[in-house]
């Protein structure tokens, strides 16, 4: 069955880094697009980013573009949420999720059909 | 960046109701358009896709429906384990946004 496990959640002052792991299995990790989404306190859902199955394309959210880097090691099954210069805005739940189409291209997405457990980011000085 | 209006933003409805979610995107989506339900402390579950296909495993008393800017998520007879907040999602292009949740309780 599909898992996913993230990792890699702490707390962290403003101005600050982490990076978030996401371990897959179950599935061929490498067909497929996989997409980060977070979630602050008593809040809903925030897409964060997405990564192609190749990784030939990333998008993401315009408040984490040039601070947050996604990234992917098909060989170890793992994806990667690098965040700096971290803010207090980003505190939250951050959900790996796989993108529900087999290796998807063009701009659209059907959507994240297994999600992690979460892993939470706090931003506080 | 497409924004997406969900209506209500909280109801409470008797076991056996039938239930209607609304969802409005800013721009036309197609069917571009993803459901969720999510409980308290767990990740979301991924219900329907391209605005009508139920995912696997998912009972079939819920159902999408819609196209172009307005969708509806609808349970036909509303049960306990309902009980959650569904989300909404545009997939047409980044950032894929959701909706701001609509809270369904139990009366």
């Known amino acids: 069955q599909v898992q996913l496990v993230e990792s890699g959640g702490g707390v962290v002052q403003p101005g600050g880094s982490l990076r978030l792991s996401c371990s897959a299995s179950?599935?061929?990790?490498?067909?497929?697009?996989m997409h980060w989404v977070r979630q602050a306190p008593g809040k809903g859902l925030e897409w964060v980013t997405f990564?192609?199955?190749?990784?030939?394309?990333?998008y993401y959210l315009d408040s984490v573009k040039g601070r947050f880097t996604v990234s992917r090691d098909n060989s170890k099954n793992t994806l990667y949420l690098q965040m700096n210069r971290l803010r207090a805005e980003d505190t939250a739940v951050y959900y790996c999720?796989?993108?529900?189409?087999?290796?998807?291209?063009?701009?659209?997405?059907?959507?994240?059909?297994?999600w992690g457990q979460g892993t939470r980011v706090t931003v506080t000085s | 960046d497409i924004q997406m209006t969900q209506s209500p933003s909280s109801l409470s409805a008797s076991v056996g109701d039938r239930v209607t979610i609304t969802c409005r995107a800013s721009?036309?989506?197609?069917?571009?358009l993803n459901w969720y339900q999510q409980k308290p402390g767990k990740a979301p579950k991924f219900l329907i896709h391209?605005?009508?296909t139920l995912q696997s495993g998912v009972p079939s008393r819920f159902s999408g429906s819609g196209s172009g800017t307005d969708f509806t998520l609808t349970i036909s007879s509303l049960q306990p384990e309902d009980s959650a907040t569904y989300f909404c999602?545009?997939?047409?292009?980044?950032?894929?946004?959701f909706g701001q949740g609509t809270k369904v309780e139990i009366k």
């Open positions: 999720a796989k993108d529900h189409e087999w290796r998807r291209v063009g701009h659209t997405t059907s959507g994240c059909d297994y």
């Open positions: 179950g599935f061929t990790f490498s067909d497929y697009g």
């Open positions: 990564i192609r199955y190749d990784e030939n394309n990333k």
């Open positions: 721009q036309i989506i197609s069917t571009y």
């Open positions: 391209a605005a009508s």
């Open positions: 999602q545009h997939g047409y292009r980044s950032p894929f946004t």
